[in-house]
């Protein structure tokens, strides 16, 4: 009986079959350096390399009949694995970092939202009750002019009033607005 040493792949493979640990440790000891040198060179993580490693050896321990001596040698054949497992998981990792940067953002701009919504709520209840309790004539004109978009001209001509007037009760009624926004305790209008 020739030695471990002096058998070929094909037949170490087919001792493979036969569940034989022995042929298996030697398939390892021939190629097992290559395998591992292959996928971490594509994957570019050691640890990762003998996870793929050891995947490919495990596969031809439980399917030695998918390789086939007439389409080439078990070096090949071993290494064609290897990259194509290695690929997969840099893909798979790839994938995997854009979904959790996805869901990472999506999860960002939610509570982004939610909490602006939340403020923009209070910010309107405060400036509502701000603006209502302004005296009608700064309360009319500050609406024509922030809320409708009209030009200091316009609300003069509208409320039919100088235009000298309508800045006056604009600028008043902004400073009793901010004094009662300050002290509703809606910061950032100091400004």
Not at 31 to 44: E, I
């Amino acid at each position: 009986m020739p030695s471990i040493d002096e058998v070929s792949d094909a037949q170490l493979v087919t001792s493979i079959a036969r569940y034989s640990e022995v042929a298996l440790a030697e398939v390892y000891r021939r190629h097992g350096g290559a395998v591992y040198g292959l996928a971490k060179r594509v994957l570019h993580n050691a640890s990762e390399a003998e996870d793929v490693a050891q995947e490919i050896f495990l596969r031809l321990w439980r399917q030695p009949e998918s390789f086939d001596p007439a389409r080439g040698s078990l070096r090949s054949y071993l290494l064609a694995q290897a990259h194509g497992r290695a690929v997969d998981a840099v893909r798979s990792s790839a994938a995997r970092r854009r979904r959790e940067a996805r869901d990472a953002m999506r999860t960002a701009q939610g509570a982004y939202d939610l909490e602006h919504e939340a403020w923009d709520l209070a910010v309107t209840d405060q400036v509502t009750s701000a603006l209502s309790a302004l005296p009608e004539a700064e309360r009319r004109a500050i609406e024509l002019a922030y809320f409708d978009g009209h030009t200091y001209r316009q609300v003069a001509t509208m409320l039919g009033q100088p235009e000298g007037t309508v800045k006056s009760r604009i600028r008043n009624g902004m400073r009793r607005m901010r004094a009662a926004l300050t002290d509703a305790g809606v910061r950032g209008v100091d400004a």
